[in-house]
């Protein structure tokens, strides 16, 4: 090279390999690729079967229109692609792909073998590309269709790899993706397996029953119908009732033109319609179609191709919002009274109440929950509890202003470092870390204590020093954190027998999550065995609240996948806080005393009584002396 010339044009396997790096991030989206070819190439039956979730094999087979031997040539060529030839092509995509870089960006970074065959030829072609190497080609016998075959993925990059997660969890992603697809083309079979063992094998049927086979007949029978035609625009499928709302978004699917989307906008227009029926934590179930005019959006904003731009957002957010409405309300889910202005920010209404207008008595209400918050001084309930400023107090030990209002605290964010910056806060520094809950408890106890709740939420607890507010949702998940994992470390018999079995069915990745997860639930006093019909539960633990068998169940496996994201603890350690999240009682129910005083009772019977499993605070104390110096008083 020249010195003058510096620029050059790189190697097309090098580009290839730039390009994997956005096309191919993980097994599944060569899965998500190889479908999409199939189902452009018409197949009406694709089967999946993958090994070690993928890393070491992905073999995908349909009986499509099959390549002939100069198609099957060009296939792994980047920009190779029969489904667009100009740049009109491009406005106007009815196909799943169109920028011909999937086989290209697979054949550099895993081995690729393409057996295909045409219907009208005698015989079929195998093709061997690999990185680096010159493709192979020979004449082989085959059914019409193709068959692709990807083994070792990531085996020349080495970082790419190591950066895969755990098989589980890419598992989890592939099967993610097969439900995708399943759902959206319910007129296609899909047999899908993982290694040995049979996923799912779903017919051709309708969305509906696609829906039952794949996610069970309990959620089926709570679906509601969608149907909104407008023009050029069709939005149909199915939402779920407020019943089977799920506390993760697992379960939620815009399909446009048949393809799977994500889009923040669409899905608050379904979370609106949703307003006041579903409790802010918890996310609807829902299966919606978009049928539109190809030439209004545009899908060619991301190699992946799952965000896609539309020329009219806002008329098809209303569309979408104004389908589920009439589909909830069609099914007399949202009741026809309304809490007039619908701000959430501000729940709460004066209203008077009392037997005569003389004798009347004003009450705080919940508009939402038409709970009554307080009958007798409506602003209380209103202002905000405020804890101390990390700084030194000002001179004068008097602040003005707003005070601060405990740090909100996002899930995943809290770490080590808030822990530390929050024990300063809110610990005696004279008092040794080690002892502060057999401290705190011998504090508790000295006192007649005085407990009450605050919103049915907050407990707050006079001690000898001053007051402590524990959350009693998350003090609970501390509490049975610590059994479950006793009970997995079988020193605790955690299991109680039920008296009717109850038969649940699992989804696809619950079902091997349930695999993985076997003797640890066992452990935790799961009792279960499969059946024909789905997984039968003969027992649970004890905190498991009766009716709730099977509930739990599927949270407590959702719950484990997404931490299994997250965190790094091990296994068993993710169950018992997945177990303790979803199983301890939730912010919101009333408690009486004697439960108040039994939760916090088990608090300090806890090994680590502060925090919850990930960190979250369980209590904040607050000193009298603390009350003193913010009233001025010096003491
Ligand atoms: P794209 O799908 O964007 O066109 P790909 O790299 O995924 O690009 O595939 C390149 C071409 O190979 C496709 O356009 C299609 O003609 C052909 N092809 C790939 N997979 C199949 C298949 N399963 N059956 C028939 N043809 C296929
Ligand atoms: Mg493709």
């Given at each position: 090279m020249s010195e003058t010339q510096r620029i050059h044009i790189l190697p097309e396997f090098i580009a290839n390999q730039i390009a994997a790096g956005e096309v191919v991030q993980r097994p599944e989206s060569v899965i998500k690729e190889l479908v999409e070819n199939s189902l452009d190439a018409g197949a009406t039956h694709i089967t999946v079967?993958?090994?070690?979730?993928?890393k070491a094999l992905i073999h995908v087979i349909d009986n499509g229109s099959g390549m002939s031997k100069e198609d099957v040539l060009l296939a792994p060529k980047r920009h190779a692609t029969s489904k667009i030839r100009s740049a009109e092509d491009l406005m106007k995509i009815h196909t799943l792909g169109f920028r011909g870089e999937a086989l290209a960006s697979i054949s550099s970074v895993a081995v690729l073998e393409i057996c295909t065959?045409?219907?009208?030829?005698e015989h079929g072609w195998k093709l061997m590309a690999e990185p680096l190497r010159d493709v192979s080609i020979e004449a082989i016998q085959q059914e019409p269709g193709t068959q692709i075959y990807v083994r070792n993925l990531f085996y020349n990059i080495p970082a790419r790899r190591k950066f895969l997660r755990s098989d589980l969890t890419e598992f989890r992603h592939i099967s993610d993706t097969m439900t995708r697809f399943a759902l959206s083309y319910p007129s296609v079979r899909f047999t899908f397996h993982d290694g040995d063992s049979l996923i799912f094998d779903v017919r051709p049927q309708s969305q509906r029953e696609r829906i039952r086979e794949l996610f069970g007949e309990n959620i089926e029978r709570e679906l509601v119908a969608v149907e909104r035609d407008d023009e050029s625009i069709r939005i149909h499928g199915y939402l779920g009732k407020p019943s089977i709302a799920r506390s993760s978004r697992a379960q939620q699917f815009f399909f446009l033109n048949q393809r799977s989307i994500a889009s923040k906008?669409?899905?608050?227009?379904?979370?609106?319609?949703?307003?006041?029926?579903?409790?802010?934590?918890?996310?609807?179930?829902?299966?919606?179609?978009?049928?539109m005019d190809v030439s209004k959006i545009d899908v060619n904003v991301h190699p992946q191709k799952t965000e896609v731009k539309f020329d009219d957002e806002r008329r098809l957010y209303t569309l979408v919002h104004e389908a589920a409405l009439a589909a909830l309300r069609n099914n007399s889910l949202i009741p026809e009274v309304h809490f007039g202005l619908q701000n959430s920010q501000a729940p709460f209404e004066k209203i008077a109440f009392g037997p005569t207008e003389a004798q009347n008595d004003m009450v705080l209400v919940n508009k939402m929950t038409g709970e009554i918050v307080d009958s007798h001084d409506p602003s209380s309930a209103r202002?905000?509890?405020?804890?101390?400023?990390r700084t030194s107090p000002p001179p004068g030990g008097f602040r003005t202003g707003a005070a601060l209002a405990p740090p909100p605290v996002p899930k995943a964010e809290w770490n080590a470092a808030h822990q530390t910056a929050f024990d300063a806060l809110f610990h005696e520094p004279t008092l040794g870390d080690d002892h502060s809950s057999r401290e705190a408890e011998a504090r508790f106890a000295a006192t007649d204590a005085l407990i009450w709740q605050l919103h049915n939420k907050y407990i707050f607890v006079q001690t000898v020093e001053g007051l402590m507010i524990v959350d009693q949702h998350i003090a609970h998940e501390r509490?049975?954190?610590?059994?479950?994992l006793s009970a997995m470390n079988n020193d605790y018999n955690y299991a109680q027998k039920l008296l009717f079995p109850v038969v649940v069915h699992l989804t696809p990745s619950e079902d091997v999550l349930m695999r993985e997860l076997d003797a640890?639930?066992?452990?935790?006093?799961?009792?279960?065995?499969?059946?024909?019909?789905?997984?039968e539960i003969s027992g649970v633990p004890l905190d498991v609240k009766s009716g709730e068998e099977a509930s739990s169940l599927h949270e407590i496996l959702?719950?484990?996948a997404e931490y299994a994201v997250v965190r790094t603890a091990s296994g068993r350690d993710n169950l018992a806080a997945s177990f303790g999240c979803r199983a301890a009682i939730k912010a919101g129910d009333p408690l009486s005393k004697p439960q108040?005083?039994?939760?916090?009772?088990?608090?300090?019977?806890?090994?680590t009584p502060e925090v919850c499993p990930h960190g979250r605070p369980v209590m904040i104390k607050m000193e009298l002396k603390e009350f003193d110096r913010r009233f001025g008083r010096t003491s």
């Open positions: 079967l993958v090994r070690q979730a993928g065959r045409q219907a009208s030829n906008a669409l899905s608050h227009a379904v979370y609106q319609a949703f307003e006041h029926l579903i409790d802010k934590s918890q996310h609807p179930l829902y299966v919606l179609n978009i049928d202002t905000g509890f405020t804890v101390p400023e509490i049975l954190y610590e059994k479950a640890e639930l066992s452990g935790l006093g799961y009792d279960f065995r499969t059946l024909d019909e789905g997984l959702e719950q484990y108040m005083k039994k939760l916090i009772d088990d608090l300090f019977q806890c090994r």
